[in-house]
Antibody, heavy 121, light 112 residues
Framework: QVQLQESGPGLVKPSETLSLICTVS?????????WGWIRQPPGMGLEWIGT???????NYNPSLKSRVSISVDPSKNQFSLRVRSVIAADTAVYYC??????????????WGRGTLVTVSS | QSVLTQPPSASGTPGQRVTISCSGS????????LYWYQQLPGTAPTLLIY???QRPSGVPDRFSGSKSGTSASLAISGLRSEDEADYFC?????????????FGGGTKLTVL
């Protein structure tokens, strides 16, 4: 079955760049679907960050667009997230998930287990 | 503040039927599908309901979803202790201020 796994530093300093990788197994990213990042601050709700297609078509949350970029590497079956100029409010559990067949279509399933990223000096 | 509005908490006793509401607007629920996710304690969310009222394979028929206008509901019948979790609604939003996926703030369901 399709599985996703997030990886990356658990601690990032304020003003620096947060970088995470999502490795997909059990399905080839090149075969289709959109792939997304969603985050959840401690004790709070979910926030969509953005999604990317296997061909690199990306869509971002307007509230984060100026600081976020998502890329895809089909050869490694991975997609990545970068958040620039992080602040304490970026502290959250970051999830990667498979999306639908279009940016606005489908649903997020399955999800990775999530990785906690703390922004602190 | 979340774009979709959910009650922060809900509760019920084993065997009871509980409902969780999700309220939005014409740019999201009113014109797009509604999805529900279940997040058990300490775990990642999982898809519970898709396209307003469809259950993925493996989801018991005790869970049902409905949508009317700019609101939606999740109903859980025959409540069980393992249903204790956070529940989130989600929809695509076509707002002029920016197209995006939006979530409700989540409802914490307690089984008494």
């Amino acid at each position: 079955q399709v599985q996703l796994q997030e990886s990356g530093p658990g601690l990032v300093k304020p003003s620096e760049t947060l970088s995470l990788i999502c490795t997909v197994s059990g399905y080839s990213i090149s075969s289709g679907y959109y792939w997304g990042w969603i985050r959840q601050p401690p004790g709070m709700g979910l926030e969509w960050i953005g999604t990317i297609s296997h061909s690199g078509d990306s869509n971002y949350n307007p509230s984060l667009k100026s600081r976020v970029s998502i890329s895809v590497d089909p050869s490694k079956n991975q997609f990545s997230l970068r958040v620039r100029s992080v602040i304490a409010a970026d502290t959250a559990v970051y999830y990667c998930a498979r999306g639908g067949i279009g940016a606005a279509q489908g649903w997020f399933d399955p999800w990775g287990r999530g990785t906690l990223v703390t922004v602190s000096s | 503040q979340s774009v979709l509005t959910q009650p922060p908490s809900a509760s019920g006793t084993p065997g009871q039927r509980v409902t969780i509401s999700c309220s939005g607007s014409s740019s999201n629920i009113g014109s797009n599908f509604l999805y529900w996710y279940q997040q058990l304690p300490g775990t990642a969310p999982t898809l519970l309901i898709y396209r307003n009222n469809q259950r993925p394979s493996g989801v018991p028929d005790r869970f049902s979803g409905s949508k009317s206008g700019t609101s939606a509901s999740l109903a859980i019948s025959g409540l069980r202790s393992e249903d204790e979790a956070d529940y989130f609604c989600a929809s695509w939003d076509d707002s002029l201020s920016g197209r995006r996926w939006v979530f409700g703030g989540g409802t914490k369901l307690t089984v008494l």
